[in-house]
């Protein structure tokens, strides 16, 4: 059977963020032009997108009955809410860590999260550029305090230049915390809490990755449409897990000498923190292991190729692959490998950097994949 592409499919894959950001926006209570004037004046949809609100109407068809199907279907949130204190906390947490990894960029008029509203920017000049000092070069952070890109320190630091620090201690208050634990207190919000929060946001596929060790003694979030092919590298390097190896060895090296002169109570106290620092030292070269058994997989034909991002073929493709790095959520990252695994997503550019031979095979036959892969010249109809 053969699949006919249209100027509708093509022009509406780059408005997919815009629809969603409307849809999530719609109020049902209002009718279509209601809803329009509503999300123009409020400018719902960034400065560069917002011409862009009747043609997504008119692409992709959709009607004020369509929207109902949808968000029934999709059990989108109302909207009409009043936010909580959680709330609030939730999306300045989200939107400090968005600032960090680059995803959001304060101050840059047309850009996502800029901050400016019809010419008005929230913040001043001079934090914005704080701000955007903050953002990480190579969208990796870690849960590690001391490390200089701890993610902890860095969205206190954030929420300090947003909101001030009497801001900052209401939203550390609504995490039990306050300022003398602040960045203690983010950590462990985003070990457990955002994390899932952030999974709900995203309808199970998040933008953000929470990568840990087997016993999450070593935590760092990666912004996944910045990750490159040198990322897990970057992440096994010295600058992060290889670091925090080195100095955990250190550190039982000093503790091992330490024992040989301690009495009574401070060499329990030493032998204590030696087998917390062991445990600690074997769950993190387990992480190792797990970065270089990806960094080194082979394809079906033997031949090493990794792992690298593929962004078209979507989030929860791209995690498959790194499935036993995703502690904390891993049963759908392990589902959708198994479905690879079983040729289910031969359209994809994941299958066929693992399975070329049986994706090449597979584009004789169906036309869709074949033009997927840039292969039309192989499909035998």
Known sequence: MSIHYTSKILKASALIDDTLLLLLSWDLSLNQEENLSSIRNHNILVKASRSRLEDILV??????????????????????????????????????????????????????????????????????????????????????????????????????????????????????????????????YMLKDFWKIHLQWYRKR??????????????????????TSDSLFLIQSARYLTGRINSLRSRISEVMEAIQTAEGRERKALEKEREQLEKALVDCEELDSSLTRIIQKTNETGKTVGWKPELDDGVILNMAPLRELFLSWKAEPVKFWKELEEGKYDWSYTAMRYWPTRVRTACKKNKSYAIAHGLEEEYEG
Not at 88 to 113: C, K, Q
Not at 212 to 219: I, L, M, R, V
Request: proline share 5%; charged share 20%.
């Open 59 to 188: 692409i992709l068809g959709i009607t004020d009955e369509d929207r109902t199907n949808i968000k029934t279907e999709v059990g989108l949130p109302p909207i009409l809410q009043a936010p909580t204190p959680q709330d609030f906390t939730n999306r300045w947490i989200g939107y400090a860590i968005g600032i960090i990894v680059g995803r959001f960029i304060p101050g840059e008029d047309g850009a996502l999260g800029s901050g400016i509203i019809d010419t008005h920017h929230t913040f001043s000049l001079e934090t914005e550029q704080s701000l955007r000092y903050l953002t990480d070069t190579d969208a990796v952070t870690v849960l590690e305090e001391g490390h200089p890109d701890d993610l902890g320190e860095k969205i206190i630091t954030a929420l300090t230049l947003m909101l001030g620090e009497a801001g900052t201690t209401e939203i550390l208050a609504v995490l039990g915390g306050d300022m003398a634990t602040g960045a203690a207190t983010i950590r462990s």
């Open 206 to 227: 998040p933008i953000y990755w929470l990568i840990q060790s087997p016993k999450k003694e070593y935590s760092c979030y990666v912004f996944h449409e910045r990750m």
